[in-house]
T-cell receptor, first 114, second 112 residues
Framework: GAGVSQTPSNKVTEKGKYVELRCDPI?????LYWYRQSLGQGPEFLIY????????DSGLPNDRFFAVRPEGSVSTLKIQRTERGDSAVYLC????????????FGPGTRLLVL | SQQGEEDPQALSIQEGENATMNCSYK?????LQWYRQNSGRGLVHLIL?????REKHSGRLRVTLDTSKKSSSLLITASRAADTASYFC????????????FGEGTQLTVNP
């Protein structure tokens, strides 16, 4: 079946602008994760959803970052007042139930803030 | 913050040789996973090893886990040019819920 998809593939924006990044998890997966990866680094956890609720948002760097998953499927990561330091690849992953099992990753969205 | 550390940071070998990458971590874990990443984009899951397992195989991949030393190794046998990628270990810590904590990765280059 289809894997995790993310849109857009690439996003270029200007400092101070608002951006939304979308993630479509594998159908039926209740757990969804967002990670951020800077150049030359491993991914870093941002937030984890179990169904519609954020079960763990402790990785969000500050209050400019927010994520939603209103119907328990598609998720949107929202970044307000973007800064150049927000430039990174944003990765989404899903797993069937969130119980310490394999997480399947999407291709990522490469965000560049000018 | 990064829990894991991969060793080496970069590895260059010839096609047909074996490649060994190591990962160390700091806290107790439930399981450890290895992922592969091409060109800084999506990660492909390779293998998951649970804390009560010591070794696991999948095709040309062999993963070991030593929880007493808090370390794991990934062996790729008979490497191919197509194995060129970055390889990451990720841990699912016993106190961290379902989040994965990644190391900084090993960049493997397999020369034809």
């Amino acid at each position: 079946g289809a894997g995790v998809s993310q849109t857009p593939s690439n996003k270029v924006t200007e400092k101070g602008k608002y951006v939304e990044l979308r993630c479509d998890p594998i159908s039926g997966h209740t757990a969804l994760y967002w990670y951020r990866q800077s150049l030359g680094q491993g991914p870093e956890f941002l937030i984890y959803f179990q169904g519609t609720g954020a079960a763990d948002d402790s990785g969000l760097p500050n209050d400019r970052f927010f994520a939603v998953r209103p119907e328990g499927s598609v998720s949107t990561l929202k970044i307000q007042r973007t800064e150049r330091g927000d430039s990174a690849v944003y990765l989404c992953a899903s797993s069937s139930s969130g119980g310490r099992e394999t997480q399947y990753f999407g291709p990522g969205t490469r965000l560049l803030v000018l | 913050s990064q829990q894991g550390e991969e060793d080496p940071q970069a590895l260059s070998i010839q096609e047909g040789e074996n490649a060994t990458m190591n990962c160390s971590y700091k806290t107790s874990i439930n399981n450890l996973q290895w992922y592969r990443q091409n060109s800084g984009r999506g990660l492909v899951h390779l293998i998951l090893i649970r804390s009560n397992e010591r070794e696991k195989h999948s095709g040309r991949l062999r993963v070991t886990l030593d929880t007493s030393k808090k370390s794991s190794s990934l062996l790729i046998t008979a490497s191919r040019a197509a194995d060129t990628a970055s390889y990451f270990c990720a841990t699912d810590g016993s106190g961290s819920g379902s989040r994965l904590t990644f190391g900084e990765g090993t960049q493997l280059t397999v020369n034809p």
